[in-house]
Nanobody, 126 residues
Framework: QLQLVESGGGLVQPGGSLRLSCAAS????????IGWFRQAPGKEREGVAY????????NYLDSVKGRFTISKDNAKNTVYLQMNSLKPEDTAIYYC???????????????????WGQGTQVTVSA
């Protein structure tokens, strides 16, 4: 059974850090790219980070470049999102999702992903 399970969310002060995990099961992670997305109340879901099959290619939303780092451990079937220097505007539910390797703007486009986790809440507040 294909499954993606996010964890690691929580409440953090501005400037703090969190590491999200996305545990994959039911398919071979090495054959797929993974994206992290977020959705804040009243806003559309947006792509935050993308990582290619081997992990050699990544892509980020402009507003998180230099603060967030996506990584992939195919042996552990897990993808991570390290989030540093968090800001209140990073508050959202964060989701991981699966796609076939892709390029350009499609890497951060929700419609190009076929399987999603249930999400984990990240709240950045003093």
């Amino acid at each position: 059974q294909l499954q993606l399970v996010e964890s690691g969310g929580g409440l953090v002060q501005p400037g703090g850090s969190l590491r999200l995990s996305c545990a994959a099961s039911g398919f071979t992670l090495a054959y797929y790219a993974i994206g992290w997305f977020r959705q804040a109340p009243g806003k559309e879901r947006e792509g935050v980070a993308y990582i290619h099959t081997s992990g050699a290619i990544t892509n980020y939303l402009d507003s998180v470049k230099g603060r967030f780092t996506i990584s992939k451990d195919n042996a552990k079937n897990t993808v991570y999102l390290q989030m540093n220097s968090l800001k209140p505007e990073d508050t959202a539910i964060y989701y991981c999702a699966r796609t076939r390797p892709t390029s350009g703007s499609r890497q951060l486009r929700p419609g190009d992903y076929d399987s999603w986790g249930q999400g984990t809440q990240v709240t950045v507040s003093a």
